[in-house]
Each structure stands twice: as structure tokens, then as C-alpha cells.
Nanobody, 125 residues
């Protein structure tokens, strides 16, 4: 099992930016993708973005964050980042990173094997 640790959350004003980090305790050869999800109070966990580990660094985003968020990775640091810009109140949530080893829809949380504990992002003036 891989331990994932998120950091970088906090309180930010509307229009502001944050960079979230997800560091893995180890990098297994079988990793397929790393994803970011978020969960707001009273809502289901939703997909935000994901990055692949095989055949390049393909990425995918949910529509609401396209053009505002960027996912990237640093192999040497076993880290995946989520750069978030032009934040608004609807982005307020706990953000989780997760890893998957199985082929399948990157947007489905049930296909991810390991999860971090989450980091809180609050967008408020």
C-alpha cells in the first residue's frame, strides 16, 4: 500500500491561487494514474483532474476547472501537483489525491487504490 500525503490547502480570496501537492511514500511500477478529487460539505466526492504515468503525461480535467487548474508531476520527488487559479467559492472543498493501478475511467473514484487524507481549500473573502 502506498501512503499519500496532500499539502498546500488553505484560505484564499476569490480570484486567488493555490498549489496543492501530493507526495507518495513510494512509486510503484504498476501505477497507472494519479487523480485529484474534491468533496464539499453535503456533496459527493467529485473528480477534478488526473495525470497518467505510462506513455507520457496525459491529463484530463473536469469541465468546471479547465483553463484554471493544471495537474503536473515530478518523478524525482514522487509528487503530483495541482496548480489552481482564479478560484471561486464553488472550489471550496477537501481535496484528495489518489492513485490507481487499474485501467479504466480516470474519473471514477471507485477505481483508485490508495487515497490521501485530504487538504482543505476554502475560497472566501
Amino acid at each position: 500500500q502506498v501512503r499519500l500525503v496532500e499539502s498546500g490547502g488553505g484560505l484564499v480570496q476569490p480570484g486567488g491561487s493555490l498549489r496543492l501537492s501530493c507526495v507518495a511514500s513510494t512509486r510503484r511500477d504498476s501505477i497507472y494514474a494519479t487523480g485529484w478529487f474534491r468533496q464539499a460539505p453535503g456533496k459527493e466526492r467529485e473528480f477534478v483532474a488526473a495525470i497518467g504515468w505510462s506513455g507520457g503525461s496525459s491529463t484530463t480535467y473536469t469541465d468546471s476547472v479547465k483553463g484554471r487548474f493544471t495537474i503536473s508531476r515530478d518523478n524525482a520527488k514522487n509528487a503530483v501537483y495541482l496548480q489552481m487559479g482564479n478560484l471561486n467559492a464553488e472550489d471550496t472543498a477537501i481535496y484528495y489525491c489518489a492513485e490507481k493501478t487499474r485501467v479504466g475511467d480516470w474519473r471514477l473514484p471507485g477505481l483508485y487504490d490508495d487515497w490521501g487524507q485530504g487538504t482543505q481549500v476554502t475560497v472566501s473573502s
